[in-house]
């Protein structure tokens, strides 16, 4: 069960218009968030989403609709985050990078009235005017912009917020009620809309508070955006439903990681992607253990720098495995850290290994991670305009991640890989990232990237993508040499590129599907082709 008897945890009604009212009300001077350089107190943060609240009320929006939101990790975007879930308008947060089609096609599919954005990215929604069905109003934080689509009527946020009220409208806003829809960043096809209420938003915070047992006295970080679930929801909610505060960078720094978290005093904060293989590449120092950093939890903890990592640096780790669609539902507590798992279920999630014709796979037998809740309103509630895509998604009752598993006879879960990303060389199943855990122990490999490729002989053939640390020099043989004593011999590349750097989307997840679609390039290197030999 949640650790509910703590008596700093919020208890109140779960939506995110009254949680920041209630912390308003016990500390309103105490620092909630940190920008780098600018301090944000609960009160501040309360009444600004009230301005927001009245603003966007004044423009005709109202519950049920849309707006996008696209700025950088800043104050504007809490509030107006908090505005809109006052309001019951629903949020649309936007990734930053977005423009063209993609920011088109969500503008468009979601229904938005309206969009919050940055100054710098005005020109991107100019572009795209004239394909816009929905969209009326434009509130631009920042000032040099040039607003030229006639119909689209443009705002400035600064002069809204300033003749705003700070005393908030009454909307009723219910817990069940959508709170946003966040596109995922979609590897194939079209981006989907998952549609998220309050409820679920705060499951996913509450099982970070109990994986990690957070109190008032901690102080988190996270270089996450909030555009994205990470920073939201297992840093920013965390803070309210405990009340403790955070500190926020608008990007991370392997190379002044340590000294922010000495200098911000931080005893926590959340890693994805290679987060933790970027930080235990960094010279080592002799002050590496001194620092205030307790624990950290994420995904995924390679276990190759595992035992390394914490006795460095003296931090607890955690892992957790989850998505957009589903929160966090299985968690590997430090305390009781089974290494390569990614842990059992939350209580209030049923979690089950499936095969292709959705019947429950024995221990040690891999199959597709499905998932299911105890409890309602705890998942995403559909794909937006989407229904067909919904129902695939839960066919049989269960929702189907598309990642590959495996359970063990203690229980506990192990993730293989997303099932697209399994490459079929030879009728062998392989696991790309298996394959990227050897390739990123290798001392100068910063980091790797495996897909499958087209084989002449059908299937795939497997490929590396790799970069390798500043300043050193690696040949394609030699790092098959140290593949060979670390892997089957089926699973050892045959193409290996190297690269500066690899795509990633805003979790620092490497996206794959822009790899495949470069595929065989000029600069890669074949071992066939050189008639280098792999021992079977």
């Keep these: 069960m949640y650790r509910r008897e703590w008596e700093n945890m919020y208890k109140g009604t779960e939506t995110f218009g009254k949680i920041v009212e209630h912390r308003a009300e016990i500390k309103p001077h105490a620092r909630f968030v940190r920008f780098e350089d600018k301090d944000l107190t609960y009160d501040q943060f309360h009444r600004s989403g009230n301005k927001v609240v009245n603003f966007i009320d004044s423009l005709g929006l109202s519950k049920g609709q849309t707006c996008a939101v696209m700025l950088p990790n800043s104050p504007e975007f809490l509030a107006t985050w908090l505005g809109l879930?006052?309001?019951g308008v629903i949020e649309v947060p936007i990734n930053t990078a977005f423009r063209g089609d993609l920011l088109t096609y969500i503008l468009n599919k979601a229904e938005c009235q309206a969009i919050v954005v940055s100054?710098?990215?005005?020109?991107?929604?100019?572009?795209?005017?004239?394909?816009?069905?929905h969209l009326r109003h434009v509130i631009v934080v920042g000032e040099d912009y040039k607003a030229i689509a006639a119909q689209l009527n443009y705002h400035s946020y600064d002069d809204l917020f300033a003749k705003a009220s700070d005393v908030a409208l009454e909307v009723k806003v219910e817990p069940k009620?959508?709170?946003?829809?966040?596109?995922?960043?979609?590897?194939?096809?079209?981006?989907?809309?998952?549609?998220?209420?309050?409820?679920?938003?705060?499951?996913?915070?509450?099982?970070?508070?109990?994986?990690?047992?957070?109190?008032?006295?901690?102080?988190?970080?996270?270089?996450?955006?909030?555009f994205h679930v990470n920073a939201r929801y297992t840093s920013i909610l965390v803070a309210l439903l405990v009340g403790c505060d955070v500190v926020m960078h608008s990007r991370f720094s392997a190379s002044r990681f340590w000294d922010i978290m000495r200098r911000e005093q931080v005893t926590a904060f959340n890693f994805m992607g290679s987060l933790l293989t970027m930080l235990i590449k960094q010279p080592e120092r002799l002050n590496d253990a001194d620092n205030p950093v307790k624990k950290a939890f994420g995904a995924p903890t390679p276990v190759e720098i595992y035992d390394?990592?914490?006795?460095?640096?003296q931090v607890q780790i955690s892992e957790v495995y989850g998505s957009t669609e589903i929160g966090t539902v299985l968690y590997n507590p430090a305390a009781s850290f089974k290494k390569g798992s990614c842990g059992y279920p939350v209580p209030v999630y049923e979690v089950e290994i499936h095969d292709e014709n959705d019947n429950p796979c024995p221990p040690g037998v891999a199959g597709e991670i499905v998932v299911r809740p105890k409890k309602p309103d705890i998942l995403f509630s559909g794909y937006f305009g989407m229904p067909e895509a919904t129902i695939e998604a839960w066919r049989n009752l269960w929702f189907h991640t598309g990642d590959t598993g495996k359970m063990d006879e203690a229980g506990y879960f192990y993730f293989l890989d997303r099932k697209k990303d399994v490459v079929r060389r030879r009728g062998e199943n392989i696991s790309s990232y298996e394959v990227e855990r050897v390739l990123n122990d290798h001392p100068k490999i910063f980091e790797a990237a495996v897909i499958g490729v087209p084989s002449e002989l059908s299937e795939e053939e497997v490929m590396a993508v790799v970069i390798l640390q500043e300043g050193v020099e690696l040949q394609p043989e030699e790092l098959l040499d140290f593949c060979q004593d670390r892997m089957a011999h089926f699973s050892v590349p045959r193409f290996i590129r190297f690269v500066k750097e690899l795509p990633k989307n805003t979790s620092q997840r490497v996206e794959k599907y822009k790899l495949r679609q470069e595929g065989i390039t000029g600069d890669t290197w074949d071992r066939e082709r050189v008639g280098y030999e792999v021992r079977r």
């Design 85 to 87: 879930s006052r309001l």
């Design 308 to 313: 390394d990592f914490q006795i460095r640096f």
């Design 177 to 226: 009620d959508t709170a946003l829809i966040l596109f995922t960043s979609g590897t194939t096809g079209p981006s989907k809309g998952v549609i998220l209420s309050h409820t679920s938003t705060f499951s996913v915070a509450k099982t970070a508070c109990e994986l990690m047992k957070y109190g008032p006295e901690d102080r988190l970080f996270s270089a996450f955006p909030l």
């Design 119 to 133: 100054s710098q990215w005005v020109e991107r929604v100019n572009q795209i005017s004239s394909e816009l069905i």
